[in-house]
């Protein structure tokens, strides 16, 4: 199997096949940009999806170490984290089928680092936190209820100094000419740095098609933007576009005067 993208992930065969344990098998790396960021032996067979799963905690670790930077820099922030419902027993690779999301605007309890499974058919996921929780779908929805009942209270309070959106730590890996508001300075996102928040492997779990939807075109459209570099259909995104898209994930907010 050649060398594969998953999000901003680079993923590529170190070296030839070799024998372990009398199974072939495959050294495997991960890469964000040009730094190497983990290595682990596969078997030949294994899949993309396979791949990915292998390197999951190590994702995680990226990502904790990214938040961490964040929480470093602004430590007053108390800003809400998005969490989801998944599926376990229906995925792609690491991938499992959303069932619901919202965010959660209190702690919850029995959040732990980890990756899910098939013990449990459904889990609550807290990517910006690399934590999970087995629960149902039933208890998912008090708990969606009871923090949501927490930000209408939170917004009828006083207005403060808004803090920043949920995944703002996502903006420390993009350089400052893509997320300036001042369009004389921006550029495009290349195709690399959309996939930090668009599809599969990105930091913000969105599909192309949801990220279509989120700013109103349709997906076959929205894919020219994600195509990769040099492909004929790969056009840039708008200024604009690209503005709301990061407005609506939670990662970069928006001026009200925009």
Not at 174 to 182: C, F, G, I, Q, S
């Amino acid at each position: 199997m050649q060398e594969f993208q998953s999000g901003p992930f680079e993923f590529s065969p170190v070296g030839r096949a070799l024998s372990v344990n009398s199974q072939s098998s495959q050294r495997w790396a991960m890469s964000y940009g040009a730094k190497v960021l983990a290595e682990h032996t596969l078997p030949t067979a294994a899949s993309r999806g396979q791949v990915a799963e292998a390197f999951g905690d190590d994702r995680l670790v990226f990502v904790s170490s990214q938040q961490a930077g964040e929480k470093a820099a602004s430590p007053a922030s108390t800003e809400a984290h998005l969490v989801r419902l998944v599926c376990s027993v229906d995925r792609v690779g690491v991938v499992g089928r959303e069932i619901g999301r919202f965010f959660a605007h209190a702690p919850i309890e029995g959040l732990s680092a980890g990756l899910i499974d098939d013990r449990f058919a459904t889990w609550l996921v807290a990517d910006g936190l690399g934590a999970c929780v087995p629960m149902d779908v039933d208890q998912f929805g008090r708990l969606q209820q009871a923090h949501e009942a927490i930000a209408a209270a939170l917004a009828s309070r006083p207005a403060q100094v808004p803090a920043d959106p949920p995944m703002a730590w996502v903006c420390g890996l993009l350089p400052d000419e893509v997320l300036t508001l001042d369009a004389a300075q921006w550029r495009a996102p290349t195709s690399w740095e959309l996939r930090h928040v668009v599809g599969e492997g990105s930091f913000t779990g969105v599909s192309g098609a949801g990220a279509a939807a989120l700013v109103g075109v349709q997906p076959q459209g929205f894919r020219k933007y994600t195509a990769s570099e040099g492909a004929s259909s790969r056009q840039s995104i708008s200024f604009a576009m690209w503005h709301l898209l990061l407005h609506r994930l939670g990662v970069q907010r928006l001026p009200e005067s925009v």
